[in-house]
């Protein structure tokens, strides 16, 4: 009796046991068991359109002409006739280099040319005598040939000394450097007395020709082959310049008054970057920019069917942007975004979303994964 008491005892003490047990495990489940987090955000509803694309690149700009004037003849120099950063014309004298030696040496070959001048018309008279007597068979034909040479050789001698009188004019002609083109003074770093010659590191000047500028930027290989496969033209030049109207954005950030247009691209990829370089052309009649500003050109294509996601609406991890996409229960999960173009306050995508796609409009990062979303305002 007593054993059979016992063992009822301890069967109940053990289902006792298991039931407190139990109660503890479902109690510490509902204490661990965390709601789904509910945020109220706006939402952006995503639908396909047309999008105008603006793709910026730095440029570099030169003037139509940018000429190093250099000296050809050496010597010092005697006057200087404009002022750093003067606009001149066309064949405007701009150096004056001291020329007495070239002086003295065209006095040197004038006084060489009338001699040679004299000798010829003395051969020129011994060339007749003989003739004449040759003729009259006085005497041997031998005599008439050597005063004809004579008379050749002395002419030739006229020739020769022109040539160095000529020359001598040449070098005098050098003695003023002149403005090969029209446009603007650089800095000029000899002053009067220097001593200048052709072999000189530095130029007198840099003359700049500003009525047209060039900007010179650079393209990745996949935009040119993107551009190829997609713009009209029958080659690559005339597909770049299909693009109407280039915009220069100055310094700070302004759009320059005047359009451009591309009008050369280089004949080689730069192998180390694996770009081209491209020219775009800009009238300059206000003469407002200069050899060595920069800025940034802007070209601009139409793509159609793309979404337009605001730069507002992602967030960026680790190198990669991310929005919160939301499903039909309008839980948020993050997407990362893929072959995506900005485009000024937008990323331009033409695949990875469709048509009703719902995101969180702005303000993601404050917005905890998979949450339930309120929308404030569906755009």
């Known amino acids: 009796m007593k054993r059979l008491i016992n063992t009822n ?20 489940d509902k204490e661990t068991e965390q709601p789904t987090p509910s945020v109220e955000a706006e939402i952006l509803t995503l639908q396909p359109t047309d999008a105008v694309i603006d793709q910026t690149f730095p440029a570099s700009l030169q003037g139509k002409d940018n000429v190093q004037l250099r000296p050809q003849i050496s010597g010092y120099i005697d006057k200087i006739f404009v002022d750093e950063g003067a606009f001149v014309r066309a064949g ?80 005098l002609g050098f003695s003023v450097v002149k403005a090969p083109v029209s446009g603007y003074i650089g800095r000029i770093p000899n002053r009067l007395g220097a001593l200048v010659g052709p072999n000189d590191a530095q130029p007198l000047t840099t003359l700049s020709q500003v009525n047209e500028i060039y900007a010179y930027f650079s393209l990745p290989e996949n935009e040119i082959l993107k551009i190829n496969a997609t713009r009209p033209g029958a080659n690559l030049l005339e597909k770049l310049k299909s693009f109407r109207d280039i915009i ?46 920069t800025g940034r050109i802007v070209m601009q294509s139409t793509e159609q069917n793309v979404f337009k996601i605001p730069l507002l609406a992602t967030y960026e991890i680790q190198d990669k942007l991310f929005v919160g ?6 839980k948020m999960e993050r997407v990362a975004l893929k072959n995506y173009i900005k485009s000024g306050d937008f990323y331009i995508l033409k695949s990875g979303f469709k048509s009703g796609d719902r995101i969180i409009a702005n303000e993601l990062s404050g917005v905890p994964e998979n949450s339930i979303i309120q929308p404030k305002k569906v755009q």
Do not use: W
């Open 9 to 28: 005892v301890k069967r109940s003490v053990l289902l006792f046991a298991v039931l407190v047990m139990t109660s503890a495990c479902k109690n510490s």
């Open 92 to 171: 405007q004298p701009l150096f004056r280099i001291n020329a007495s030696v070239y002086r003295e040496q065209k006095n040197t070959a004038l006084a060489s040319l009338a001699m040679a001048k004299s000798q010829l018309a003395s051969a020129k008279l011994e060339l007749d005598k003989y003739k004449v007597l040759t003729d009259n068979k006085v005497v041997a034909d031998f005599q008439f040939k050597k005063a004809k040479t004579n008379y050749e050789n002395a002419k030739a001698a006229v020739t020769q000394q022109q040539t160095l009188v000529a020359s001598a004019d040449v070098n």
């Open 248 to 293: 220069l954005l100055l310094a700070d950030g302004k759009p320059y008054n005047h359009p451009g247009k591309i009008d050369m691209m280089d004949g080689q990829f730069d192998a180390t970057t694996g770009s081209v370089t491209l020219r775009a052309s800009f009238p300059n009649p206000e003469s407002l920019l200069r050899t060595g500003n």
């Open 325 to 330: 996409l939301l499903n039909n229960k309008n």
